[in-house]
């Protein structure tokens, strides 16, 4: 029995150290790889450029530093709103923005982010990841001869900053806002000028008075660019925002020219840097409201009535779009059943549990 024993043991710890030398070997025989990323996002959004670097540095540490992957701000290889292009022809190897940037090339691309009064985050990753969502936009991505990867998402954002109340409908008429954008096409039937400013820009249009308001991102963020200084009245929530994603995109040539040990590592990377982001936002944003609001910042609910008026131009635009463009229409059909079920299977539990919490805040400070 004994003998017996020692054999099985030694067998185990042969086949262990066998494991141990074929892991290695394996790994020599991988070739090595430099990409460049060019991001859509400046440094001083440490939290969404971060999810690049943190991807990045995931595939790098995976591969024993044999897949390296440099990140690049906006500006530094391609200005922001380029990253699309600069991917699709090759200019660099991968990149990482939000895909809502490019509706202008063709509105479908609003799919891979958020659209107003769209899926949350939750909602999104599976719809995305388990509902078909990925494998429609991979076809879509196809003509831009791009890969795509959900890489992090941002939670539900804010309304943005205001000079003056926006207690109306009527108040939106005229009003000059920076926001792109389907957003902007929504409030734009509410009367509203659409602006597509710059985030550096943002601050000193408002503090000048050449825009009325501005939406950026949620009080992490906003609080560092200073806008609660130049604009009091903060609103919630960014509905045209529920949960937008961010995404990665590979060259499809760089992509099928991938090992698989590295397709696979590189698509894990992304999926941890898309929890990481949010998890970062969900950590850091509650401080910075308290912040906010004891630096006296106006926190506002958007009216019912200017709810329910978005709400109706935000679908009124999608069945205008989807009437006259066909791959906007095929995406639309199956995003809006899976919404729909979305709503109905949170609204039971979901929902009901975050009120319940809210309520016995309320009751606890009273």
């Known amino acids: 029995m004994e003998r017996r024993s020692f054999l099985k043991n030694a067998g185990a710890g042969l086949a262990a150290g066998a494991a141990a030398v074929a892991g290695p070997a394996m790994a020599a025989e991988l070739p090595t790889i430099k990409w460049r990323l060019a991001s859509s996002f400046p440094k001083s959004l440490d939290t969404i450029y971060g999810a690049a670097e943190t991807m990045a540095k995931r595939v790098a540490e995976a591969t024993g530093g044999k897949f390296q992957i440099q990140v690049f701000a906006a500006g530094e290889l391609v200005p922001g709103p380029g990253v699309l292009d600069a991917v699709k022809d090759g200019t660099v190897e991968i990149g990482h923005s939000a895909s809502y940037y490019f509706v202008g090339k063709d509105p479908t691309f609003a799919f891979d982010t958020a659209l107003p009064f769209g899926l949350n985050s939750r909602q999104q990753t599976a719809w995305m990841m388990q509902g078909g969502g990925l494998q429609l936009l ?86 560092k660019l200073g806008f609660n200084k130049v604009a009091k009245f903060y609103y919630y929530p960014g509905w045209w925002e529920g949960g937008p994603q961010l995404s990665v995109y590979v060259n499809q040539k760089q992509w099928e020219s991938l090992p698989k040990e590295y ?45 329910a008026a ?57």
């Open 263 to 307: 397709k696979t590592i590189l698509e894990d990377a992304c999926l941890y840097a898309h929890a990481d982001m949010q998890a970062e936002y969900d950590a850091k944003n509650p401080l910075a409201l308290k912040k906010l609001v004891a630096t006296g910042t106006q926190l506002r609910p958007f009216s019912a009535e200017i709810m």
């Open 138 to 223: 991979r076809e879509f991505f196809k003509d831009y001869n791009i890969y795509n990867i959900p890489c992090g998402n941002t939670g539900v954002q804010m309304g943005g900053w205001y000079r003056k109340e926006i207690k109306t409908v009527k108040d939106f008429e005229g009003l000059k806002m920076r926001i792109g954008g389907f957003a902007g096409k929504v409030i734009a039937k509410l009367g509203a000028v659409p602006q597509q400013i710059p985030g550096g820009d943002i601050y000193p249009a408002l503090e000048k008075g050449t825009i009325d308001a501005a939406e950026w991102v949620g009080p992490y963020d906003d609080e």
């Open 310 to 366: 978005s709400y109706k131009a935000a679908f009124e635009l999608y069945e205008e779009t989807a009437a006259s463009n066909p791959k906007f229409k095929k995406i639309y059909d199956a995003w809006k059943k899976f919404r729909d079920d979305q709503i109905l299977w949170f609204g039971v539990a979901e929902s009901r549990y975050d009120n319940f919490l809210q309520q016995q805040r309320s009751g606890a400070k009273k």
